[in-house]
T-cell receptor
Framework: ETGVTQTPRHLVMGMTNKKSLKCEQH?????MYWYKQSAKKPLELMFV???????ENNSVPSRFSPECPNSSHLFLHLHTLQPEDSALYLC??????????????FGNGTRLTVT | EDQVTQSPEALRLQEGESSSLNCSYT??????LFWYRQDPGKGPEFLFT???AGEEKEKERLKATLTKKESFLHITAPKPEDSATYLC????????????FGQGTTLQVKP
């Protein structure tokens, strides 16, 4: 099992569809993250969950809705997306102890195309 | 505002031609600076963490160094398999553990 697994690897959806991205970590970490990676741009932090509580919401539009049912699983629910939301969505996990972060471990991402 | 700038944006080297990548940062209260490698179609892979000015870390042909304003990733005698995008990120004072990333340097090493 790889450390952080994301499914699906590729997703094409219309603007009126509803879909979900899934992430699972097998590293025993206590924090999980969603990042968006667009061409020629730095990785953009979207959400942070620490001990299953959302601790960061980086001004992300409401058409993106995260869910963290336990410390090993993270979802990103998508609805009524726009073409500019097409990007690589990366999930990551880490262990936070007294505010210090272990290195983030990333999954291989979901390549999302909105038509 | 916390900010990370990497240069150059792209770098082409001949096999064996050593060079350095730069990561300049502005952050109030650095808790750590991270280097990652990203291959096409994959997520970033962790390379190094540096915590304080003067610190250095090495792994095979890579060596990372840190000052109060910037970090360098030195690549000695690179091979074609070193071709990838190298990402730099900083963790500031936030307790959420979030990282702020630079835009990356895409390295191509030709045989």
């Amino acid at each position: 099992e790889t450390g952080v697994t994301q499914t699906p690897r590729h997703l094409v959806m219309g603007m009126t569809n509803k879909k979900s991205l899934k992430c699972e970590q097998h590293l025993g970490h206590n924090a999980m993250y969603w990042y968006k990676q667009s061409a020629k741009k730095p990785l953009e932090l979207m959400f942070v969950y620490s001990l299953e509580e959302r601790v960061e919401n980086n001004s992300v539009p409401s058409r993106f809705s995260p869910e963290c049912p336990n410390s090993s699983h993270l979802f990103l629910h998508l609805h009524t997306l726009q073409p500019e939301d097409s990007a690589l969505y990366l999930c990551a996990s880490s262990h936070i102890n007294r505010g210090l972060n272990s290195p983030l471990h990333f999954g291989n991402g979901t390549r999302l195309t909105v038509t | 505002e916390d900010q990370v700038t990497q240069s150059p944006e792209a770098l082409r080297l001949q096999e064996g031609e050593s060079s350095s990548l730069n990561c300049s940062y502005t952050v109030s209260g650095l808790r750590g600076l991270f280097w990652y490698r990203q291959d096409p179609g994959k997520g970033p892979e962790f390379l190094f963490t540096l915590y304080s000015a003067g610190e250095e870390k090495e792994k095979e042909r890579l060596k990372a160094t840190l000052t109060k304003k910037e970090s360098f990733l030195h690549i000695t005698a690179p091979k074609p398999e070193d071709s990838a995008t190298y990402l730099c990120a900083v963790q500031g004072p936030s307790n959420t553990g979030k990282l702020i990333f630079g835009q990356g340097t895409t390295l191509q090493v030709k045989p």
